[in-house]
């Protein structure tokens, strides 16, 4: 028998929202805005989620929670699903991710205080569910370099869908 290993490396890069582009400060107040908007009685945490299409439009969702739970809504899939409804492309250039328990996060920059920079990966704050992950990929026409930011804690950690999602089924894998 021989066994061969298939290695990925997986990069998550750290920086204060100041260090971003124009574009990429954007996002993320998008994203930030549509959390306060985010529906959740009765988990209490508040997602809001931006794309950024091929068309250099932004689109907003928020998390929105039914009392059957198999019904909500996720930010990121709204985000996605409004960008289909409105875009042209419908390629996502970059998805930028807000989120925590209510009470903790509430929008703003300037309330977004600066802790420590997580050690480890699982320590990373409100990152996409596999589930959402997998909606991002469908729209990312192969592109394995489509960034995901999320920010949560005063920091911005970003990574790609490549690295957060390495083993991927897509339109390819139905061929
Ligand atoms: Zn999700």
Redesign the pocket.
């Known amino acids: 028998m021989s066994v061969r290993a298939l290695s990925h490396p997986i990069s998550v890069f750290v920086c204060g929202f100041e260090e971003l582009d124009e574009q990429e400060q954007a996002l993320l107040l998008v994203a930030a805005d549509a959390m306060t908007k985010a529906q959740a009685p009765y988990s209490h945490y508040l997602?809001g989620a931006a794309v950024l299409d091929g068309d250099g439009h932004i689109t907003a969702g928020c998390?929105v929670e039914r009392c059957t739970y198999t019904q909500t809504t996720?930010?990121?899939?709204a985000a996605v699903d409004a960008m289909v409804v409105h875009g042209k492309s419908r390629k996502i250039q970059a998805v930028a991710v807000v989120g925590g328990p209510d009470g903790t996060i509430n929008g703003p920059i300037e309330r977004f205080p600066k802790g420590e920079v997580v050690a480890s990966f699982d320590e990373i704050p409100a990152p996409?569910?596999?589930?959402?992950?997998q909606?991002i990929w469908e729209n990312c026409r192969g592109d394995n370099k489509v960034k995901l930011y999320s920010w949560a804690d005063g920091w911005v950690y970003i990574t790609t869908i490549g690295d957060a999602l390495p083993m991927k089924f897509g339109p390819n894998d139905l061929l």
């Open positions: 997602v998390n996720h930010a990121e899939q996409s569910c596999g589930h959402c992950l909606i």
